[in-house]
């Protein structure tokens, strides 16, 4: 059966094989703790967990989703801002803060969850796959129902502390957060400047003349602020992918995507940049998020008219309700040596992919790239 037991302040269902553990919790679905290489000596739990976890902390007023808020979750929609005619989710959409339903508990390797949504008539299932000996883990959102164009999305979350080095499948182009002018908001603090383009995400335009541009490759970075930029892909067969590399913990995580169903990646950076409850200017982490919507601006801003989608770049699907509506997704881990450094390429290679990185170090690891069903 699958284990079920209170795990950082939230219910969770654990499943589990010879590689890995993963722990999922009944409020939003997130997957944290998840313990890749289990069987190893060298065991790695990449994930954030939130410092308030357990904390009796009054969230009167806060966002549904920041109670359990780790790992990776689904979004749908994706973002905060999620009024839409006469619609009203909350940030993220109900799938990251209502309480899922356990529908499969026989095998320990599988989870099914499922979700019925209110805010737009659906039902969300959710599918998680663990294979024997791989590292890595087989996601499935099944969305049924739901009709009408949303914005949608994975938010896998890592925590500041050593060295990460982050990137992506070749990209068009980058955007800053389309925000305000100005340092400061609604105790945020902010270093990229806003709406602004770039072409790769170590040269992005700061608001600092002495310093106009920065590296928003490597994390942590600009202590005290909180930014979001995103990265459109370039259009290729294939997979695409996104990495981050942990040399010094001697790892790297990769989530592969299909880029017609998740044709960006948005990059959450947080160094202690947010002061209200319950960040409270002590919180370090990244997202680097696959997502289709425009930016974290939500609903609205994704499905109407907007600097992106005029340039043909998908920034909501539209769901027609007559079928299921797939979102596959893989991620996974990898060890790697001291000196591995940024990745610059994931291809195909015999029953997996190689990871090729900046100086030249290569692995490959075991994995299936034919569960994204690509389009």
């Given at each position: ?26 409020m ?36 549904g ?29 109900e ?14 390797s599988?989870i ?32 049924q129902g ?32 389309y ?54 892909n ?27 169903v ?11 940049g ?9 919180n ?92």
């Amino acid at each position: 059966m699958i284990i079920s037991s209170v795990i950082a302040g939230q219910k969770s269902w654990t499943i589990v094989n010879n590689t890995i553990s993963l722990s999922l919790t009944e409020m939003g679905g997130m997957m944290a703790p998840v313990t890749f290489f289990k069987d190893t000596d060298k065991p790695v739990n990449p994930f954030y967990i939130n410092p308030w976890a357990e904390e009796k902390i009054d969230m009167t007023g806060q966002p549904g989703l920041l109670t359990p808020i780790r790992g990776d979750f689904f979004c749908l929609p994706f973002g905060g801002n999620n009024s839409w005619k006469n619609e009203h989710h909350p940030p993220h959409g109900e799938v990251s803060e209502e309480k899922w339903q356990l529908t499969s508990g026989g095998d320990t390797s599988r989870i099914e969850l499922q979700l019925k949504t209110k805010s737009r008539k659906g039902k969300i299932i959710k599918q998680i796959d663990l294979r024997p000996g791989e590292n890595n883990i087989y996601i499935c959102h099944k969305i049924q129902g739901f009709t009408g164009p949303t914005s949608l999305g994975h938010h896998p979350i890592f925590p500041g502390g050593t060295k990460k080095y982050i990137s992506t499948s070749p990209i068009k182009f980058g955007i800053t957060d389309y925000r305000l002018p100005g340092p400061f908001r609604n105790g945020e603090y902010f270093s990229l400047a806003p709406a602004e383009e770039f072409k790769n995400l170590e040269k992005v335009p700061t608001i600092w003349k002495d310093e106009p541009y920065t590296d928003c490759s490597v994390f942590p970075a600009r202590d005290g602020f909180i930014d979001h930029l995103q990265l459109f892909n370039e259009e290729a067969p294939g997979f695409a992918w996104s990495a981050v590399s942990a040399p010094e913990d001697g790892y790297l995580w990769f989530g592969l995507k299909d880029p017609k169903v998740l044709p960006s990646t948005l990059v959450w950076i947080e160094n202690r940049g947010r002061h209200q409850t319950p960040w409270n200017g002590r919180n370090s982490c990244v997202g680097v998020e696959d997502v289709c919507s425009f930016l974290a601006h939500g609903l609205a801003a994704s499905v109407e008219e907007n600097d992106i989608n005029r340039q043909g770049i998908k920034t909501f699907q539209k769901l027609t309700g007559k079928e299921d509506f797939q979102v596959r997704y893989i991620q996974g881990l990898v060890k790697i040596p001291g000196n591995f450094g940024k990745v610059s390429e994931i291809i195909p290679k015999g029953n997996g992919i190689e990871i090729k990185s900046e100086n030249g170090e290569k692995v490959t690891t075991k994995v299936d790239p034919g569960f994204l069903n690509l389009q």
